[in-house]
């Protein structure tokens, strides 16, 4: 209830998981039927980066500013977010970036327990039928909003990770909302700030039951220190069709333009479970 992601918006996090949001929205698309988004931690949907927030810790700058900058290759990877960061402007959360990759009859349902963030959204989206704005625990949600009517669906759980449990309570969240929605498709955020809360998290779901796992990761440097974020991964599951060539590719390509060089920074893409 304390974070604001205004503080962080457009970070070299930012860039990697809405990267890759982007491009698994895309995947949705490729077939007629409609499809269902529920975004859990949903922030006020977008996110002004000369705002006092964003300014006073600069993170942006290392991320959305510097890869823009870079930019020169419209025809790359990043092609795509690059684009519709361009066309929507300040800094789009997930809630925007999904609501303008929706087709008429595909629907978004966005959770926020912050009042003043979801009440933010509420106004954002208010003109659009589509979507729906829930003060309600993330958690929860993933019982109660699941399976959708649609049949269809992509699931974005990013946490702001202020509670040491996160990382258990993310595996249970998996766990719960694949039990709930078995072919639907997740996507779940995480920080890489020390590698053993994360490898327990990995074998947690490794050992799950759930089938068809990839986690794609981003380091930039060794993850020695605790204190920094050193990286950040998006662990799949039921990953679209070419989803690790095409993370590795999206991946590979924002680490050229926002990595500094340190030792230890590198991608991966790791299938965890088969199908």
């Known amino acids: 209830m304390n974070y604001r992601h205004a503080y962080h918006a457009g970070n070299f996090a930012d860039c990697m998981k809405h990267a890759l949001l982007v491009w698994l929205l895309s995947a949705m698309a490729r077939k007629s039927a409609p499809f269902f988004v529920l975004d859990t931690h949903a922030g006020t949907g977008h996110y002004d980066l000369d705002a006092v927030p964003a300014t006073r810790t600069q993170e942006a700058s290392g991320g959305i500013l510097r890869l823009l900058a870079a930019a020169a290759n419209d025809d790359g990877p990043l092609a795509a977010y690059i684009a519709l960061v361009r066309r929507l402007g300040l800094y789009p959360g997930s809630p925007s970036l999904i609501e303008a990759m929706l087709r008429p009859d595909d629907r978004l349902a966005c959770c926020e327990l912050h009042p003043d963030d979801f009440l933010a959204l509420r106004q954002l989206v208010a003109r659009n039928p589509a979507i729906s704005v829930h003060r309600r625990d993330a ?96 662990l799949v599951v039921n990953p679209p069709f070419q989803f690790e060539a095409a993370a590795a590719a999206i991946l590979t390509d924002l680490l050229a333009a926002i990595g500094t060089g340190e030792p230890g920074q590198g991608v991966a893409i790791d299938r965890l479970v088969d199908e």
């Open 139 to 234: 958690w929860e949600a993933l019982r109660g909003l699941l399976p959708p009517p649609q049949k269809r669906g992509l699931i974005l759980i990013d946490p702001p990770f202020e509670d040491a449990e996160e990382f258990d309570n993310l595996a249970k969240g998996l766990i719960l909302g694949h039990a709930r929605f078995r072919t639907g498709v997740f996507a779940a955020w995480y920080p890489i700030k020390r590698l053993a809360q994360v490898r327990q998290f990995l074998t947690a779901m490794r050992d799950s039951g759930v089938r068809d796992i990839v986690a794609a990761s981003i380091l930039l440097r060794e993850p020695l220190d605790p204190a920094r974020l050193n990286g950040c991964g998006l």
